[in-house]
């Protein structure tokens, strides 16, 4: 018998323009942007829902999202015969000629697939967040509670509080909800952190289908579950909280417990990768319990080539990540990911850096700190990472001094030279 008798249904919400996240997300949504090497950010939230056991999954699309239509069509092709699924489903206009006006309309204008499928219980993630979570455990408290929906929550640096929606509690009932404050309020007073949602939900479907109703009826309104949806049923005492830093997963250590990262900009993207690649990493790809799972491509194994110390031409990497079909011809990395079919030619360098697929080192040359696209080429004997100014004149350069190389600047680099 499936577990997913539970008759759950599950909703990925993919559709973000992820504009803080440019340049990457200039040609793709934010959801499809590489991650780790050999993943899609969106690979996260799927591998979560599937290994805890729930198969019922639409996704929800609609900004450039044709790079994130190919991986699920490759790579996420779960079991009809057990009636299992991972549907992308476009924006249609089923509600008028406008497209998603914020979250919670996205919902409302896929209506028929809840009504179509009657679930009990609708889990309302989102696609672009690094966490690895048992939604079982959650699902569990929010059936015991009675409410009407249960939102994941965890603390956050103060600092950093203006970017979430802002819980404030009482027992275990939310209290109010505010969707990034400009001046939050630390959970306890003279406190450091505030309590954050993630932006995942469990929702009882009667509740969610009413409240998605009265809502599209009132025209002040953003039709967002931060804004609208979640402080009007906070008010109403109808909304739950969750504890995510108790959440636990198979094999999990302690020092991944709670982990949890919106990657919503350059440097937080960045820094993501450098805990993948810490001798004991805070987020951990290699735990055979709770397999992260995507669509990889047909390729060879890495290879590491020339052992020419004399000729300082030596393939070697430390503390990183290669996936398969890259080549360290003669070149050294250094806490770094590769992503697949990358190569690093003799006498160059990389270090803290993030390679997507298909990039090209040439021989002398040396990246620090940096983020290169797919299929950028590099040329031979050029240094980026080591002088923003000069970098800022061909490339992104974020505001924690992370250079985004695109083919673009790199052309714009050779047209100065």
Same mark, same amino acid.
Request: proline share 6%; with cysteine.
């Given at each position: 018998?499936?577990?997913?008798?539970?008759?759950?249904?599950?909703?990925?919400?993919?559709?973000?323009?992820?504009?803080? %996240?440019?340049?990457?997300?200039?040609?793709?949504?934010?959801? /499809?942007?590489?991650?780790?090497?050999? &993943?899609?950010?969106?690979?996260?939230?799927?591998?979560?829902?599937?290994?805890?056991?729930?198969?019922?999954?639409?996704?929800?699309?609609? &900004?450039?999202?044709?790079?994130?239509?190919?991986?699920?069509?490759?790579?996420?092709? %779960?079991?009809?015969?057990?009636?299992? &699924?991972?549907?992308?489903? !476009?924006?249609?206009?089923?509600?008028?000629?406008?497209?998603?006006?914020?979250?919670?309309?996205?919902?409302?204008?896929?209506?028929?697939?809840?009504?179509?499928?009657?679930?009990?219980?609708?889990?309302?993630?989102? @696609?672009?967040?690094?966490?690895?979570?048992?939604?079982?455990?959650?699902? +569990?408290?929010?059936?015991?509670?009675?409410?009407?929906?249960? *939102?994941? /929550?965890?603390?956050?640096?103060?600092?950093?509080?203006?970017?979430?929606?802002?819980?404030?509690?009482?027992?275990? $009932?939310?209290?109010?909800?505010?969707?990034? !404050?400009?001046?939050?309020?630390?959970?306890?007073?003279?406190?450091?952190?505030? %309590?954050?949602?993630?932006?995942? &939900?469990?929702?009882?479907? +009667?509740?969610?289908?009413?409240? %998605?109703?009265? =809502?599209?009826?009132?025209?002040?309104? $953003?039709?967002?579950?931060?804004?609208?949806?979640? !402080?009007?049923?906070?008010?109403?005492?109808?909304?739950?909280?969750?504890?995510?830093?108790?959440?636990?997963? !198979?094999?999990?250590?302690?020092?991944?417990?709670?982990?949890?990262?919106?990657?919503?900009?350059?440097?937080?993207?960045?820094?993501?990768?450098?805990?993948?690649?810490?001798?004991?990493?805070?987020?951990?790809?290699?735990?055979?319990?709770?397999?992260?799972?995507?669509?990889?491509?047909?390729?060879?194994?890495?290879?590491?080539?020339?052992?020419?110390?004399?000729?300082?031409?030596?393939? *070697?990497?430390?503390?990183?990540?290669?996936?398969?079909?890259?080549?360290?011809?003669?070149?050294?990395?250094?806490?770094?990911?590769?992503?697949? @079919?990358?190569?690093?030619?003799?006498?160059?360098?990389?270090?803290?850096?993030?390679?997507?697929?298909?990039? =090209?080192?040439?021989?002398?040359?040396?990246?620090?700190?940096?983020?290169?696209? $797919?299929?950028?080429?590099?040329?031979?004997?050029?240094?980026? @990472?080591?002088?923003?100014?000069?970098?800022?004149?061909?490339?992104?350069?974020?505001?924690?001094?992370?250079? *985004?190389?695109?083919?673009?600047?790199?052309?714009?680099?050779?047209?100065?030279?």
């Amino acid at each position: 018998m499936s577990r997913d008798r539970d008759n759950i249904l599950t909703i990925i919400l993919a559709g973000g323009e992820g504009k803080r %996240l440019f340049p990457l997300t200039a040609d793709r949504v934010k959801s /499809a942007v590489p991650f780790g090497g050999a &993943y899609r950010i969106i690979d996260f939230v799927l591998s979560n829902v599937v290994n805890s056991g729930y198969s019922k999954i639409k996704v929800l699309t609609q &900004y450039k999202s044709h790079s994130l239509n190919t991986h699920l069509s490759r790579g996420w092709r %779960l079991s009809p015969l057990l009636d299992q &699924y991972v549907d992308p489903v !476009p924006a249609q206009m089923r509600t008028g000629p406008h497209w998603f006006q914020g979250t919670a309309d996205a919902v409302f204008q896929n209506l028929n697939l809840i009504l179509d499928e009657k679930p009990d219980h609708v889990c309302i993630f989102g @696609g672009d967040h690094i966490f690895k979570m048992n939604i079982r455990q959650m699902m +569990e408290e929010h059936q015991a509670s009675g409410m009407a929906v249960t *939102v994941a /929550a965890i603390p956050v640096p103060l600092a950093e509080a203006h970017d979430f929606g802002i819980i404030r509690v009482d027992g275990g $009932k939310i209290r109010d909800f505010v969707e990034k !404050p400009p001046q939050p309020e630390p959970t306890v007073p003279g406190g450091t952190t505030a %309590l954050a949602s993630m932006g995942n &939900y469990i929702f009882r479907t +009667e509740d969610l289908v009413e409240i %998605l109703r009265q =809502d599209a009826e009132m025209a002040a309104s $953003k039709h967002d579950f931060g804004h609208n949806i979640l !402080p009007r049923l906070a008010a109403e005492g109808r909304a739950g909280v969750y504890d995510f830093s108790k959440n636990t997963i !198979p094999g999990m250590s302690d020092v991944e417990k709670g982990y949890w990262r919106d990657i919503g900009n350059i440097d937080a993207y960045w820094k993501a990768h450098l805990d993948l690649v810490a001798v004991t990493p805070s987020f951990n790809l290699y735990n055979p319990y709770w397999v992260i799972r995507t669509y990889r491509p047909q390729v060879p194994p890495a290879k590491f080539v020339f052992a020419d110390e004399k000729n300082k031409r030596v393939g *070697v990497a430390t503390d990183s990540i290669v996936c398969g079909g890259s080549i360290i011809s003669g070149g050294q990395i250094d806490r770094s990911i590769l992503g697949h @079919g990358v190569r690093v030619n003799s006498y160059s360098r990389v270090e803290e850096s993030v390679l997507f697929n298909g990039a =090209d080192v040439g021989r002398y040359s040396h990246l620090r700190r940096c983020i290169v696209e $797919k299929d950028v080429k590099i040329p031979q004997e050029i240094r980026i @990472g080591f002088d923003p100014e000069e970098d800022r004149k061909h490339f992104f350069v974020s505001p924690g001094g992370i250079v *985004v190389v695109t083919q673009d600047g790199i052309d714009r680099w050779l047209a100065a030279r």
